[in-house]
Every structure is written in C-alpha cells, then in structure tokens.
C-alpha cells in the first residue's frame, strides 16, 4: 500500500496503540479514530478497492499482509458473538506469537500451498500458476486455527480438514472460523471468493470503511480473472 502506512502489527510486534487498547489505557473510540485518521492517510489518493487490488500482485498478498493475525482474531471474536457463547476458542497471547513467515500452526491455507492430493488439483489444476499464488493466499482462504493439531491436515483434501464422527481433529471441532468453513461441502475458488466477500463485509463495518459493492470487493481481493474464467 502507499504512503509506507504503520500497520496495527510492527516489524517487533503490536503497535503500541494496540497495546495500550490491550492494557486498558485507550478506550475503544479513541482506538476507532487512530485507526479512521490512519485510514485517511492511507486512501487519500486512491479508492481502497484500488489500493487492495494494488497491494495483491505482491507475492504473499493477504497472506503477507503483517497485520492478517489480528483482523482474523476480530473476525474469530465476531462469529464467538453470533454464536452467543462465552466460550473463547483462540487465546490472542498464543495467535499472536508466531512468526507469520515460518509458521503455520495458527493461520492455515485451505487450499493448501502444497498440493498432493488430487482432490485439489481437480478444483485448482486447470488455473494459471498467478491465479493459484492469488487463490491460495487470499483473505477468504486464511483460517485461523484453534489447536495446533488441525495443522496436520494442512494437505489434505477438504473433506478430511472439516472432520468426521469418531475423532476430535477438524475444522468441525475447532475455533468459531473453523466451524464456520467446515459448513461447506467443496473448497473451490468460488467458495474462497465468497468467504472473502464477506469478511471484506465484516471490515467495512468494523473499521468504518467504505471498500464498494460486490464488484469492487472482488477487485479488493485482487480475483478478477478468477471470476472472469468461472462465467
């Protein structure tokens, strides 16, 4: 993104906005309008459908986004609400610690970056090897996992990751965003594009932004051409 914005996440860790919101000492108001002034400066010259569409066709897109940790955690804690349970399934101290670059234990690719399963070259297989990198580290195929066992099924076919009746491991027994994939029946790229529709949709209302209607939250997401193949 332009202007080399500060992020909520440091190169060292929270921004320290953040950890005061943490600690009690900044009210969540005051938090919003740090985060509103930020936003102005960081869109001040283009549309943030412009500027997200920008900022995929760097390698990592969503994926290396530095602060990806804490906006799923806020959409964690999101559904946890819809749920209308007390119950929290991904402690923030344990998210938080790892190093987005080498570890995979908290934040998973659904459509994995290591396909050996033909399940996921039959869906995935036909695509450029643009679109795939694009697929794979889009927001809507970032899930944030609650046990480090769901992990182990990073590979595997979807079917496998949401689980099944006799064992404990699976998106079906995990945290609220696992719970809320293992609804699907396929993993597709129109299933990845959906789900990042709508966590676009929990942005937009969450940081009081303003990304667009369908059409420009989809070139936020940087999968135009995915679309465009589909139809």
Avoid: C
């Avoid at 293992?182 to 299933?191: K, P, Q």
């Amino acid at each position: 993104m332009k202007g080399g914005y500060r992020q909520p996440f440091t190169r060292n860790g929270l921004n320290p906005e953040i950890i005061k919101y943490l600690k009690g000492s900044r009210k969540t108001d005051e938090l919003i309008s740090y985060y509103n002034n930020l936003v102005d400066q960081i869109f001040k010259e283009d549309s943030i459908s412009d500027t997200l569409h920008d900022w995929t066709k760097n390698g990592p897109s969503y994926y290396g986004w530095k602060s990806v940790r804490y906006f799923l955690f806020e959409y964690e804690l999101s559904l946890q609400e819809k749920s209308k349970t007390d119950r929290a399934k991904i402690d923030w101290a344990a998210f938080s610690k790892e190093d987005f670059q080498s570890d995979y234990f908290t934040v998973e690719h659904i459509y994995p970056q290591r396909v050996r399963s033909p399940y996921w070259a039959e869906r995935f297989g036909a695509l450029s090897t643009l679109q795939k990198r694009l697929l794979r580290n889009s927001l809507g195929n970032l899930l944030a996992l609650s046990a480090p066992k769901n992990a182990s099924l990073g590979n595997r076919p979807f079917p496998e990751k949401i689980g099944s009746t006799g064992t404990t491991v699976g998106y079906r027994f995990g945290s609220y965003s696992e719970n809320e994939v293992s609804l699907s029946t396929d993993w597709t790229s129109d299933e990845i594009v959906e789900r990042g529709i709508r966590m676009l949709n929990f942005m937009e209302i969450r940081w009081r932004l303003n990304i667009g209607d369908r059409s420009q939250k989809i070139k936020a997401l940087g999968l135009q051409s995915i679309l465009k193949r589909s139809t």
